[in-house]
């Protein structure tokens, strides 16, 4: 017999956080309802009607975009044999290391009437003056459209890989015995089965586009979140600007229903017990050539074009006045925050995921998915939700503390970088869950069942027989989580201690002040960061085929989850 | 267990960070971007011998300071909008300042009420216009004329050195002129307004625009060559034009501090601002930063000075940030940014 006891403690923790991810969205239904509804007519007549359709045609236009460039080279990569297919297979995830608002900067300068592009084209067809000749400008909803696939086109390449990888290769055999051709496997096999991959890269690719703030604006596409961020700003309204905020939160809750839905078939995919490799069609000649190209021209884009844009500046800036002072430490204060928030975020959704896995009823799961809500929140406003409630704690331990002890203990967690830990941790928390939930699903509950019959613990469960399988799981949710800290801006800019600089403030600093040269370094090395993962996914997926890859890339895919 | 010791952890620190905290310093928060001040702020140090602990705040300056209440470390809340040193002061959080330093060197229309704020330096919104353009006077109302029909650029409606220009405008000639004023300026667009106002220098040497509105002390950084050799090329290829309201001067704002209502160094407070209004850091405002000093008599930088003599709008800051609710609301309602 099983006994229930020990799971009381995972669960406790698992309410706790949850309940420190839902408090800062709680303080912001609290703002939104101290203000009026004076600023909806206004927004309703004159804003919000063009910043929802422009949003609309940019998530329709970034979705598709990346779906038909993600599963394409996914499908060329897993079921082709042509020159490069080893580089791509791995080099295609690379402009996930590139952060929006750097890839729409270093776009604006190379496309630019004035940048290098447009002038060897004006020299080649001997016009002298911009005046004359001139390529539409990058500054539209084209551009953003462009641009975001450009670097968001790899979630969607990453989960729906795996899929042909793992399960098409028996059902795409049998239907090559019936006589179908390539084409025809592609569409009406292959394809069908990896829809609802497809579907949870895409509806990552959704919620990234619409997290982003500084792409959009930069590009002057005016999008909601671009409207949230210019109510509280300009007009000096945080209750209105919440109220937007929220309405646009259901939205996202509503996206990741819909995610989920898609993925409820995912059961049946992943029960394939012995996932055989697909044989690969070689193609020759010109036809691998094109498939070459067309693999290339993505990783062209999204990674080849910034990373030689910002060595270039980079090079420019060291030649000119040598690496700032400074940049150590804020390599250090970047590098510190990032792994204290990925070690306690890893180490929270593990027991929220755990809670859930010892005890799979209501409660446990809703602490799951509140726990996972902060993703959805852009990081502007999260961090403004986060203030009243971490100078609350502050406020409170302050009093008990001058109280008892007569020692004051001030603003200890703004003044510690606590904060800035605290608010990567509530965003973050959803990809270490999602891939430790992934992780966990692989290992047959009968495991449990065995381990408790022989009277080991809840925790040890864990310790001794999780754990050890959980590795690569853990892994792969603590680079991205890693990543995404060290990429993480508004709220960083926000919350952070006095005099303290990370390389995400510093870039920012540069950037608005028009200085961007010595931005570069700054954004050379997030970007040399964001290969991190990159590199450590593709090392497990040759080291353990692709069983082992699609685990990691599970993981992925259930970030949002 | 592990989430307890981090936080114990956090408490040491912040324990151990107040002990070594006795040392003269001052907490300053600004919206101002760090490589603008610092420059300041050593010359500051060096001098006084107090250190200056920074926080480069861009959204959210306000929030924090008044989240943090009673407990602020801030010292000199500093921005560079009025517009948004205005809201600090109509939010409570700063404090009335009494010192015949800055009193007699910061004019008495370029500092608030009991002293709770005060300018530190001035910037002016000019027209930026292909060099090659044969004009050499414009008003702000012609910019909307239909001779600039797809030749104007400018960067967000609602960013705060636009609104507080068309709150200017609305100071001058009323909404319904304003939002003429702007549908025509929109019609204008020869791309989208965005970016910086160093995009609409180079924006015009691309070709995309002939005319357009940024701050002066940006022409003082492109020209330097501070900017790097690209940004050099895009102040060559503009000239300034000082625009000027119809029957009013050249709409300026300004960068401006304040004392923070709890400040825990409020004589260290004092002394930094008092600093900023001396000779020396006026200058360095004006070498450095290439902006309009605010104490009468202090050197404006060559480049600037360049540009024409200043006749400064009679609109008042105050009247101009009254403006800048029904400004950002035009803005929206003849989709500006749209």
Known sequence: ?561 | MFRKSFYLGSLAVAILATDVASAQEVNLYTTREPGLIQPLLDAFTEKTGIEVNSIFVRDGLAERVAAEGQRSPADVLMTVDFGRLIDLVEQGLTQPTESTVLNAAVPANLRGENGHWFALSMRARVVYADKDLDIDSITYEELADERWRNAFCIRSGQHPYNTAMIGAHLAHHGEAATEAWLSGLKANLGRAATGGDRDVARDIMGGLCEIGVGNSYYVGLMRSGRGGPDQERWGAAIKIILPTFEGGGTHVNISGAAVARYSPNHAEAVRLLEYLVSDAAQKLYAEANFEYPVKQGAPIDPIIAALGRLHVDGASLNDVARHRDTASQLVDRVGFDQ
């Open chain 1, 1 to 561: 017999m099983i006994r229930t006891g020990g799971r009381g403690p995972w669960r406790i923790v698992a309410a706790g956080t949850a309940l420190a991810v839902l408090a800062p969205i709680a303080a912001l239904v609290v703002t939104a309802a101290s203000g009026s509804e004076d600023l909806w007519r206004d927004l309703i007549a004159f804003v919000l009607p063009v910043a929802a359709r422009n949003t609309l045609v940019l998530l329709t236009g970034v979705g598709l975009l990346t779906a038909l460039l993600g599963t394409g080279a996914a499908w060329l990569v897993a079921a082709h044999e042509f020159p490069g297919r080893r580089v791509f297979d791995w080099a295609l995830l690379l402009p996930l290391a590139v952060p929006t608002y750097i890839v729409a900067y270093v776009y604006l300068d190379v496309l630019h009437p004035v940048g290098p592009v447009q002038g060897v084209i004006r020299a080649l067809i001997g016009v002298d003056s911009p005046r004359d000749f001139r390529l539409p400008d990058i500054r539209s909803m084209i551009g953003c459209i462009l641009l975001l696939s450009a670097v968001l086109y790899p979630y969607v390449y990453l989960t729906t890989r795996a899929m042909f990888m793992m399960q098409s290769a028996n059902l795409i055999d049998v239907a090559r015995t019936l006589g179908h051709g390539r084409r025809r496997i592609f569409f009406r096999v292959a394809l069908p089965l990896a829809r609802p991959a497809i579907a949870v890269g895409i509806s990552l690719v959704l919620l990234e586009t619409l997290n982003d703030i500084g792409a959009a604006e930069f590009l002057g596409v005016r999008t909601l979140t671009v409207s949230v961020y210019t109510t509280w700003i300009t007009r000096s309204n945080l209750p209105g600007a919440a109220q937007l905020a929220l309405a646009m939160l259901c939205v996202v809750v509503c996206v990741m229903a819909l995610e989920r839905w898609a993925r409820r078939r995912r059961r049946y995919a992943n029960d394939a017990q012995h996932p055989r490799p697909l044989q690969r069609e070689t193609l020759r000649g010109s036809r691998g050539v094109l498939a070459a190209v067309a693999c290339g021209l993505p990783v062209f884009v999204g990674f080849i074009v910034p990373a030689w844009y910002l060595i270039d500046a980079t090079i420019a800036r060291v030649r000119f006045a040598g690496v700032p002072p400074s940049l150590l430490g804020e390599v250090l204060n970047t590098v510190m925050l990032s792994a204290v928030a990925t070690l306690v975020a890893v180490a929270a959704a593990l027991a929220v995921v755990y809670a859930v896995r010892t005890g799979p009823e209501f409660l446990p799961r809703l602490f799951l998915r509140i726990a996972s809500l902060g993703y959805a929140v852009p990081g502007t406003v999260l961090a403004i939700g986060l203030l009243p409630i971490i100078t609350g704690i502050e406020a409170a331990v302050d009093t008990v503390a001058t109280a008892l002890l007569g020692v004051s203990t001030g603003l200890f967690l703004l003044g510690s970088g606590a904060a800035v830990i605290y608010a990567y941790v509530a965003r973050f928390l959803a990809i270490s869950a999602g891939s430790i939930e992934a992780g966990f699903s692989r290992v047959s509950p009968s495991m449990d069942a065995a381990a408790r019959t022989l009277g080991a613990t809840v925790g040890r469960v864990l310790w001794q027989v999780h754990l050890p399988m959980l590795k690569p799981a853990l892994a792969t949710g603590a680079l991205l989580v890693f990543v995404d800290c060290m990429k993480e801006l508004p709220a960083t800019l926000l919350l952070r201690p006095l005099g303290f600089e990370t390389l995400a403030t510093h870039l920012y600093g540069e950037a608005i002040r028009g200085t961007y040269e010595d931005a570069a370094i700054a954004a050379l090395l997030i970007v040399l960061a964001g290969i991190l993962p990159v590199v450590v996914l593709t090392r497990v997926g040759a080291r353990a085929g692709p069983a082992r890859e699609a685990e990691a890339a599970d993981g992925i895919s259930t970030l949002s989850g």
